[in-house]
């Protein structure tokens, strides 16, 4: 059984900032699982028996190579897509992360090109389909 197809999946989806109103993007490489060549934000499936804490915490450092050094829980997001022909149900815990800007690194150059900062009122294209509505829903959370 597949998480997010077979049953609904639960995953963390983060926006990395660096204090200073900029935020961490990666380009998606086409070995990514979809929406190959787009910029996304950040995310990841929680395994059955982990918190979401830790899972937040471990996708950031493999990700990104870096701690966190303070998130704020901004909501949630129901997810439904289509991937491969078929329907995807996701429940998205979404956060705001700070992180140290010197330490980021791209822990996964197979899955990403590059990662790159960005103000949100002058972001990449093109986006993941998911990243202008998360954005849209959070503005105000994400100016301050």
Known sequence: MKKGEDYIGVCVVYLCHDG?????FAKRRDTCRDEHGR??????GVEFGDTI???LRQEILEEYSTNIITS???GFRDVHREHNGKKTH???LDFKVLVDREKVKNGEPEKFEVLEWFRL????????SQVPYTIEKYK???SS
Do not use: I, M, S, Y
Not at 20 to 24: A, C, D
């Open 20 to 24: 200073r109103g900029n935020f961490l």
């Open 39 to 44: 910029w996304d934000c950040g995310g990841g």
């Open 53 to 55: 804490e830790n899972t």
């Open 72 to 74: 704020e829980f901004l």
């Open 90 to 92: 996701w429940v998205a």
């Open 121 to 128: 009122d002058a972001l990449p294209a093109p986006l993941h």
């Open 140 to 142: 105000k959370e994400l």
